[in-house]
DNA sequence: GTTGAAAAAGATCATCA
DNA sequence: TGATGATCTTTTTCAAC
C-alpha cells in the first residue's frame, strides 16, 4: 500500500468534495501539474483508496423520506453466521449503511424506504425471514442534519 | 419540484453507480440521445435532486479505521437548542453522519477517528464543551459491511 | 425529442529532466 | 517524481427537423 502524502491527501480532499472536477483544475488546486496529477489519481484508484465516483442524491426529493435503524441481534455469532447475514445486507437496496457492532447489538443498519409501511414490508418479508434473528429494536429519524462525503484527514 | 419518470430514475441509478459516466454513455444506457440526457441531468441537478458528485474514499486505508456512534441527548430540545447544535455538527468535520432521531434519544451521529484517543479527544475537546448535553453513550463499529450510495429507487 | 456538425475543453501518452 | 507537448476523445452548443 502506497503511503500517502500531503499532496495526495489534498487530491483527496478535492475529489470528495466535487468528483467531477477536472485533472487540469485538480492539478492546480494541489500546486502540479496536469500530468503527474492525473498519475496520483490513477494510482489512488488502483490501490482501492479511491473506491469510485457517485452522484450524491437528494434522498427526500426522489421519494424516500425515511431512515430507520435497526439495531440487530443475532442468535449464533459464529463467523459464518456473521457472513450469512452480511451477504443478505449486501444485496437488500434498502439498506445503505450496515456496521458490525462492539457492545450489546451485533449490527446497526440504516434502512430507508418511501413510508412506514414499505419499512414495515422490508422487516417483514426480508429481515425476519432469516432465521438467526435474535431482536430486532428500530428507531426513526426524523431528519437527516449531516451526511458528509468528506473524511478528516490531516492537511 | 419537477416530477421524476422513468428514465429520469435510470439516469439518476446510473450516476449513482458511477458518477463519472461520460453524457454519451449514460444516454445509451438509459435510451436516449445525447442532447436531451445531458438536459435532464443539468435540471436534476439545479433543482437539487443531484446535490453534486464525489470520490468515495477507502476510510481504512487513508487511516481512519475507526466508526463511532454517538447516541446523544440534550436537556433541553426548543428549535434554538436543535439549530444550535445541528450547526456545531455541521462545523465539525469528524461527524459524518448526523440524525435527529424519534424515541429516546435525541441524536445519532457516526464520528470517524484514527484511533480512540483520537476519538476521546473530539469527545472531550468538542462535544462535551456545548453545554445542553445530557448524556452521551457511544458503541464503536468493529467494520464496515455497507456504505452504499444507491438509493433504492422504483424503476 | 432527435440528429449532425463544429468548437472547446479535457484526458492520455511518450519523452525528457 | 514532475514537466512538456502532441494526439485523441469527449463535451458542449448550435442549428434544423
Given at each position: 500500500m502506497p503511503?500517502l502524502?500531503?499532496i495526495d491527501r489534498?487530491i483527496i480532499?478535492?475529489l470528495?468534495?466535487?468528483?467531477?472536477?477536472?485533472?487540469?483544475?485538480?492539478?492546480?488546486?494541489?500546486?502540479?501539474?496536469?500530468?503527474?496529477c492525473a498519475r496520483r489519481v490513477r494510482l489512488m484508484e488502483q490501490a482501492g483508496i479511491i473506491k469510485?465516483?457517485?452522484?450524491?442524491?437528494?434522498?427526500?426529493?426522489?421519494?424516500?423520506?425515511?431512515?430507520?435503524?435497526?439495531?440487530?441481534?443475532?442468535?449464533?455469532?459464529?463467523?459464518?453466521?456473521?457472513?450469512?447475514?452480511?451477504?443478505?445486507?449486501?444485496?437488500?437496496?434498502?439498506?445503505?449503511?450496515?456496521?458490525?457492532?462492539?457492545?450489546?447489538?451485533?449490527?446497526?443498519?440504516?434502512?430507508?424506504?418511501?413510508?412506514?409501511?414499505?419499512?414495515?414490508?422490508?422487516?417483514?418479508?426480508?429481515?425476519?425471514?432469516?432465521?438467526?434473528?435474535?431482536?430486532?429494536?428500530?428507531?426513526?429519524?426524523?431528519?437527516?442534519?449531516?451526511?458528509?462525503?468528506?473524511?478528516?484527514?490531516?492537511?
Amino acid at each position: 500500500m502506497p503511503k500517502l502524502d500531503a499532496i495526495d491527501r489534498k487530491i483527496i480532499r478535492s475529489l470528495q468534495e466535487d468528483g467531477k472536477i477536472s485533472i487540469g483544475e485538480l492539478a492546480e488546486k494541489v500546486g502540479l501539474s496536469p500530468s503527474p496529477c492525473a498519475r496520483r489519481v490513477r494510482l489512488m484508484e488502483q490501490a482501492g483508496i479511491i473506491k469510485g465516483y457517485a452522484a450524491i442524491i437528494d434522498q427526500k426529493k426522489v421519494g424516500l423520506p425515511i431512515s430507520a435503524f435497526a439495531s440487530i441481534k443475532l442468535e449464533r455469532q459464529r463467523e459464518e453466521d456473521l457472513d450469512r447475514f452480511e451477504d443478505a445486507v449486501s444485496r437488500w437496496p434498502e439498506v445503505l449503511d450496515c456496521y458490525l457492532m462492539t457492545g450489546q447489538r451485533d449490527y446497526l443498519m440504516r434502512v430507508v424506504a418511501a413510508d412506514l409501511e414499505a419499512y414495515e414490508r422490508f422487516i417483514k418479508d426480508k429481515l425476519t425471514r432469516l432465521d438467526n434473528i435474535a431482536s430486532i429494536e428500530t428507531s426513526f429519524a426524523l431528519g437527516q442534519v449531516k451526511r458528509a462525503e468528506l473524511l478528516p484527514i490531516a492537511r
